[in-house]
């Protein structure tokens, strides 16, 4: 029985990944409780940790370096790759209020730590962790600490961190709570109201896919072609059909238009409705539903040869005698597929003769079992690329030691923009979300357990004393009082509505519990968008305002 207890008992490899196997599946048990929607979910592993820790357990320190760095390389390098491909649009079309409002807070939480500790007597570690804790953010913890380390003096300080947001983190999930609760109290806001205003809106901005069959009745329009509609080209509506007679076929940019004929028209109703006006009258005739020979498919893109390119490069309508009629991208149906470039996982809608159908299919993949499938070459490219990145030291004036992005954030921007970019020659940088949400989990649950071993041993002493207080009272005002201000000026000043003004508050915390509680308060997807749209950038801010802080205060 020997062998059993030097498992238990020495710092062997194989005691240290018991241990840490022992606390991730205790941590994650004890943060799948909930009481009244609210739950500790990931965090439970670091306060497991702690528990472990503060109980004597001790594992091998070097080889608890390697699996903590190496988390936090997983973790947040699949976090980058979910978000990339639609961050730059999120900034560039719908996100630019909303991430200004979040980098407020971001700069507001790093304000009052650093006010904290000039004034409130926090050391410098202690002020980083409760930074990332009080925005119940891990990736900037672990971007905290790798900039301690980079500091000799501060070496040494390279536990406090975990024990600072550890004390900050329960009140990091409730305060956005009780924020979100206290801004809709205070401005007297009805829930039902904004839903119905958020509808109004969304019906703007985003109208829905319609079809309509329209006949020519305008001679006018005799001989010209399709393409030279007046409007037609601005308005995103696409004719997929046109019959004349009892001949229906697909239709193209160059389909010669005659009196009489049949057209089905795809796109918004109120575009629909301007081009009825220029080219005649509905007709009863129903291309969609009889339309002879053509067929109507569903077509995913998984071919790695047509990432990057738009249709138009592609030429496949006019090579293979098909009309594409709309894209879906992250189940938002885009009524005008020609004027974006492909993305792997993307969804066209395609009508065609069903033997013109299925060469399109060969053409751009149509293989769930390839989009399934891990490319790790491309993978483990970035994560090299990243971690390369993240080493380059960067001068930045007034600070008297180089910054660098470090494991966390250099994995993180190359990351954003690989996915974005999708294919380099025959490198595809796409991870499938199964794929990519099995890594992200376990890269996250093996820097928690090593962070809150680490902690564990001082933990109760600390957070029992005067400067543990301390540390709670001052981690609940930078979780409450950046939400509260930014709130109420989005409310107030830039009138956003409260259902976004929801999603805004828990991304600029990168909060997922506090998503859940946004999201269970309406049956809109407004919170969920605007957590969406500030995510990427305030993980990055929030990654870069550590190192800042760190080396800044030091």
């Known amino acids: 029985m020997s062998w059993l207890i030097d498992l238990f008992s020495g710092e062997s490899i194989a005691h240290t990944l018991l241990v840490l196997s022992l606390i991730i599946a205790g941590g994650l048990a004890l ?13 439970g592993v670091l306060f497991m940790g702690i ?21 936090l390389i997983l973790f947040v390098y699949t976090i980058g790759m979910q978000v990339g491909p639609g961050f730059f649009d999120s900034l560039k079309r719908q996100g630019a209020p909303l991430n200004a409002l979040a980098t407020a807070i971001v700069v507001l ?11 409130g007597g926090v050391d410098i570690a202690a002020a980083v962790g409760l930074f990332s804790g009080a925005t119940t953010n891990t990736p900037s913890l672990g971007a905290a600490q790798q900039a301690l380390q980079s500091v000799p ?9 975990g024990m600072a947001y550890a004390v900050a983190y329960p009140f990091g999930i409730l305060g956005i709570i009780l924020a979100s609760l206290a801004l809709r109290a205070l401005l007297r806001i009805r829930v039902s109201d904004e839903e119905a205003r958020r509808e109004a809106e969304e019906a703007l901005l985003h109208p829905a896919v319609a079809r309509l069959n329209l006949r020519v009745t305008n001679k006018n329009l005799a001989g010209m072609r399709i393409d030279d509609i007046p409007g037609i080209r601005d308005s995103g509506v696409v004719i997929s059909r046109v019959r004349l007679g009892d001949h229906t076929e697909v239709a193209h940019d160059e389909t010669i238009l005659q009196v009489d004929q049949i057209l089905l028209a795809v796109g918004s109703a109120e575009e629909l409705e301007r081009l009825r006006i220029v080219v005649g009258e509905r007709s009863d005739v129903d291309l969609h539903s009889g339309g002879g020979e053509l067929s109507l498919r569903r077509i995913v893109v998984t071919r790695s040869a047509v990432l990057g ?26 009524p005008d597929p020609q004027a974006f470039r492909l993305h792997a996982g993307d969804r066209l809608t395609v009508v065609g003769a069903a033997r013109d159908i299925d060469v399109v299919s060969r053409e751009l993949g149509n293989s769930f079992k390839e989009l399934d499938r891990p490319h790790l070459v491309p993978l483990f490219i970035g994560v090299a690329l990243g971690i390369v990145l993240g080493s380059i030291p960067l001068a930045i004036p007034g600070i008297p030691a180089a910054v660098r992005l470090g494991l966390a954030g250099g994995p993180l921007i190359v990351a954003l923009l690989l996915s974005a970019v999708g294919r380099i020659g025959p490198l595809f940088w796409y991870i499938p979300s199964g794929a990519n949400q099995l890594m992200r989990e376990i890269g ?26 301390r540390w709670l009272l001052f981690g609940a005002c930078i979780t409450f009082l950046p939400l509260a201000i930014v709130g109420l000026v989005g409310r107030l000043y830039m009138k956003l509505n409260y259902l976004s003004i929801l999603g805004l508050l828990a991304g600029s915390m990168t909060d997922p519990p506090a998503l859940a509680f946004a999201n269970s308060q309406t049956k809109t997807s407004a919170p969920a968008l605007a957590y969406a749209a500030v995510y990427p950038l305030t993980m990055l801010l929030r990654v870069v305002c550590a190192q800042l802080l760190v080396l800044v205060l030091a």
């Not at 939480?109 to 004034?119: C, E, I, M, Q, V």
């Not at 006019?318 to 149906?333: G, I």
């Not at 928690?448 to 933990?459: D, I, P, T």
Request: net charge neutral; aromatic share 10%.
């Open 153 to 161: 003096e501060l070496a040494g300080l390279s536990g406090r961190p």
């Open 51 to 71: 528990a472990f820790g503060h109980f004597g357990v001790r594992a091998d320190e070097r080889v608890m370096e390697f699996l903590r760095e190496f988390g």
């Open 444 to 469: 996250i649950v093996l820097f928690l357990a090593c962070v809150g071993l680490h902690s564990g041993e001082k933990f109760i002493e600390t957070v029992s004393s005067l400067e543990g207080l």
């Open 309 to 334: 390119h738009s249709l138009d490069e592609l030429k496949l309508e006019q090579r293979c005698n098909v009309r594409f009629t709309r894209l879906s991208r992250a189940e938002v149906d885009l």
């Open 31 to 43: 943060g799948a409780l909930k009481y009244r929607q609210i739950e500790l979910g990931v965090a």
């Open 109 to 119: 939480g790093a304000a009052l730590a650093f006010l904290f500790h000039r004034f």
